[in-house]
């Protein structure tokens, strides 16, 4: 009876250590590395949810406000606003979600230099290059994402994701933006791995007709089309900086059991002065606006 | 000269002489003079490897054994001579056994050519004025004083009295115009032509050709890393490497690889050179493999690391580089571009896509700066695809635009921002019509930017946000 103890102890202690070596990321040394990036979009989340969350989504992916480096995030849309499930935006014409790209890799890049290094920006694929002048920033910034943005267009599918699985295991890359269109289960698992082995933030954006797709990603995330109150509203006071708008729902967050609106959907917004995907004023003030995260949030306040 | 004129003369002396207008004055510019005689003695080079000025009008040149180059000592001097015309010069040539013969000959023998054989020297100079000893003035007027005005006479004197009598200067003259004392000259040094540095290169030649892939690969990667050796010497590293495989009765395959930056890892020029080398077509065999560097860079030496400290911005940077070459020697090296900025406000012009390894590093660079805070779209169609808009009034806002089969009611527009063309372009082509752009959103939240051609009155969309 001892010795049964004993054993089941070990084997307890050895699929501790196994768990322990499985969960710790490879060719990470630095502790800043592991750190998620910040979206800037937590003030919608909520700080009181994040706690609620744990440690689970802290360590390992979307922790509210917190974008986890070394996994694949897959984006689809934008689809239009009324019915996601219909798919009618992602006919031939889909176009991934440019400017919440732009903006996550300039929070990447910051994220990195504050780290220490300078990062670099690599966009796979001709359908996922945004319009160079949405990446030279508006006013505040000086350029160094368009600076530092190598673009590359890999004639087919197979040379695509050598690409990406390349882009993510080079360390001098902090970001990788790519078209996944077409990957399959096995190529994600790929994926998954490459990003695991580097400390790349990885966007890969997918149609929406693939959102049944299986995939190894650790997050899936839909962007919807939001209607914007536009400039007019701006100018009469009401709410908003008159910019577009979308939705972003995170779909699936691997190892994290679903709690029931836990990560509601958030309106974001892209302000091109700031050269930013924000969340509106107007929301911040319906969330209530009790939040310390995100410095938005604080500027509306006290503005 | 067959006037009279001479050196020395005073200028109003050679005016009276020559015609009206027949005198040119230029000033006496002695540091010129000898600058343009070195310079003839360089290219006299080519002629005799044994060339030296004699300022300030002479020129000596070692003809001996050359003749053969030049099928005998004639066509030599006579070559030579025609060359010293073309290049405008008015020369007077002699060949002696002794640079003191020729010397005295070629200014005071006879006109033009003038050969003296071996053994003529004493004959050659014994009827020549004793200025043609080479002697300075001093001597040359105590020669005169005592009656010896030819340098035959000045042979005949008893050799013990010269040297107490004129001191040693006369002797040694005499007995180097007829060879008997060794004369030194200053010969030009060839100037080294600018020649390219050798490029590195490494070959192996196989005992018998092969066909098998893994031999072709232990020897790629040994000359990779023989080169890789040399580069170091060097401080330099490859930017482009080029590969010949000799193949059996057949031509040989040639592989390039090119780099973005300079590089001498072994690792990744095999990482960029494997692919390529698996898929060769060996043909009946290898026979050999050659590699050059074919363009090289500089490349600093690198403190090797025994502990992994940190991270430094190179290290990262190079790790980038060689991302960008892998890329591009998969896709080719358009496909690897990154973005600059150009000064013009069309927006289809505004960013030029330059490929990666075609980018010069240039300190202090800086794009971006200079960029207007414009509210451009995230995507810009590459072609602008025709729309049908309607507005409730002609120039209103719009309410409904159609656009790739589907109808849009626009909620919001605003506008226009006129676009005019660049009137400083030059060709039609080149400039478009003034444009109105409007920035507009359908009732799904879909932002479309959408301009109106006032030339025309065509609607296009241009951008999304997306």
Known sequence: MLAILSQRQGLHDLAERVRAIENRPAGQAQEGDTRGVPTG???AWGPARAASEGESVQGQTGAPGLLARGVVHEWFGPVDAPDAARGRGGQSVWSPPLCIFAHLARRSLVDAQSGGSDGWVVWIGRRCWAYPRVLAGGRDTDGALLDRSVFTDPPDDGGRLWAIELALRCRAVTAVIADGRGVDMAGSRRLQLAAKAGRALCLVARPAEEMRELSAAATRWLVRRAPSPGESAKESGEAGEGGPRWIVELLRCKGVRPVAGALRPVIVEWDHAQGAVVVPADVVRRAGGATDEGERGRTRRTA | MGAGVRPGMSLAHARALLPLGGVQVELFTPERDGASLRALAQWALRFSPLAAPDPPDGLLVDISGCQQLFRGERRLVSQLARAVERLGFTARLAVAPSFGCAWGVARFGGEGLTIVAEGGAREA???LPVESLRLDEGTCLALHEIGVWRAGEALAMP????????????????????GRAPETIEPMRPVEPMRPVEPVRVERVFDGPTARLEAIEVTVRDLLTAMAKELARRGSGAMRIDIELTRVDSEPVRLAVILGRASRSVHHLWALLGPRIERVNMGFGVEGIAMTASRTGRLRHEQA????TGREGGTDDAALWELVDTFANRFGPERVARAEPVAT???ERAFRMCPMLARRARAGEKPGGGLAPWDRPSLLLDSPEPVRVIAVTPDGPLSRVQWRGGEHRIVTCTGPERLSPEWWRAGPDERHATRDYFKVQDE???????????EGNRWFVHGVWE
């Open chain 1, 41 to 43: 979009w937590g003030v």
């Open chain 2, 125 to 127: 100079i014994s009827s």
């Open chain 2, 159 to 178: 050799r013990a009295s010269i040297p107490a009598r004129f001191g040693p200067g006369l002797l040694l003259r005499l007995d180097q115009a007829l």
């Open chain 2, 305 to 308: 690391e025994c502990w992994r």
């Open chain 2, 345 to 347: 406000h069309i927006p």
């Open chain 2, 444 to 454: 799904e939240g879909r932002w479309l930017w959408v301009y109106r051609e006032l």
